[in-house]
């Protein structure tokens, strides 16, 4: 008996320890100490239509994707036009990185602390230059006194200071489209980090406690707990925890079953 607990205690830190290795190697990937290494996505604006069945390689409601930090806006590879990209860099099924960012939604300049983050990509970068014109390189405007980039939907934009113009992939127009949520750019500051790797499925499980809104609305969504995503996402998810539980499960139901008739062929 007194083994028995013994051996519970040592399987106990074990796991811990393996658990305490995972997440200090998160850490000291994104930088995020102490906050959350990972972000679970819970909308649909950056899925792409043409993602396999399972949407491994975009980002979808129920991925976990990892946050690295930023040093500054250089840190930041923008797309750049949609013919015309800015970099061979690509990530999640388009070019450029994907940040994740507060927004400043009542547009005074400051980040609204405690809103919910935004998951979208780095389109462009616009320079507001001390004589007060604009120079955004990705789409060849220098020294202009307002902005417009018809397809972000941006029309004589002027805004107050610099920053990042951003887009959910999934959305025909810039988060700053004209009348759009955001009337700012995304200054550096705003942004938490940069979108890495992807571990699909399993933010399903937070989101059936805390759903995701109406952040997934295609003709193929089902909804389990609080959570709303494509059937295939349920599907692969199923499957998964079914071989994570699953396996061991039948394993140790099997050796129980081994000794059982070993002892019962001994009597
Ligand atoms: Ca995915
Ligand atoms: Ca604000």
Redesign the pocket.
Known sequence: MKQKALLFIRDMVLSVAIVGIILAALWAYTGQFPDSPMVVVTSGSMMHDNSPFGRIGTIDPGDLVLVKKINGKDDVITRGATYAPHTNHKTYGDYGDVIIYIP?????????KGTTPIIHRAICWVEKNPDGTYTVEEYDLYNVSSITIQELGIYDYKPPHSGFITKGDHNSVADQRSNGFLSTPVKPEWIIGKARGEIPWFGLIKLMIFGNGAGYTGPDAVRIGKAVAPKDEWICLGISLLIVIGIPTAWDIYNWYRRWRSKKLKL
């Open positions: 400043d939604r009542n547009g005074d300049g400051i980040a609204d």
